[in-house]
């Protein structure tokens, strides 16, 4: 597997990539292309969202669980699909709790994410790859414990980063953050299924601006163009 990231994050997870459980990984997934089938997000876009946000530019990190596993979906951002692609569920409710917070937000024309991750929004899913119409299938392959020190790696070396956890999956991970920190924001998922149980009303977007300005950090745009 080749492997292209930035820099910054080339440098803090030196050591993971030479460890044998990404190389098993990197077998797993090479294997699986030798056999005729197809993995979202493509090869280049494996890494998108470590290379749309450098390690110093992190300021909010949004979790994912899986890539979207339908064709040209899945762009390494979560939640975040290619432009031209139906605007997923989950997506339409991010911008639905988004218009609630802010009534003047215009409900976006495509879901591609990457205005929010070129401002220090890390998009990052838990699994960075999937098959072809197959959620989940890459799941217990290496890439859990790869984006679990992702996170570690965020807590330990900077301060003051916004987590956002949305679901029981992505709060099982608050055990990785220090939370005298880093401040931490938490809602049910916005899946359809859940997010009436939190999700919608939970003003997370702008509590994390909130948070940015007062720490003297530029506010998030959300609005995307």
């Not at 090479?30 to 089938?37: A, D, F, N, T």
């Not at 953050?177 to 809602?187: M, R, V």
């Amino acid at each position: 597997m080749e492997i292209q990231i930035e820099s910054s994050w080339k440098h803090v997870l030196k050591e993971e990539f030479e460890k044998e459980y990404l190389k098993k990984l990197a077998s797993y997934l090479l294997s699986e292309e030798k056999k005729g089938i197809s993995i979202f997000p493509p090869k280049d876009l494996i890494f998108n969202a470590f290379n749309h946000t450098p390690f110093e530019k992190v300021k909010v990190v949004i979790l994912g669980q899986d890539p979207y596993h339908g064709i040209n979906q899945a762009n390494g951002l979560a939640f975040s699909v290619n432009q031209g692609v139906t605007i997923p569920p989950s997506l339409k409710n991010i911008f639905k709790e988004l218009h609630l917070e802010y009534p003047d937000f215009k409900h976006p024309t495509h879901g591609d994410l990457s205005q929010w991750a070129d401002q220090g929004v890390l998009l990052l899913n838990a699994t960075l790859t999937v098959e072809n119409s197959k959620a989940g299938s890459h799941q217990n392959q290496g890439w859990e414990q790869f984006t679990n020190k992702v996170i570690q790696v965020l807590s330990q070396k900077r301060t003051g980063i916004i987590f956002l956890l949305w679901g029981k999956f992505a709060q099982a991970k608050s055990k990785l953050i220090d939370l005298n920190k880093h401040e931490l924001l938490t809602a049910s998922h916005p899946s359809p299924l859940s997010a009436y149980n939190g999700f919608l009303g939970c003003n997370h977007f702008k509590k994390t601006n909130e948070i940015l300005e007062k720490a003297g950090k530029d506010q998030i745009n959300w609005q995307l163009s």
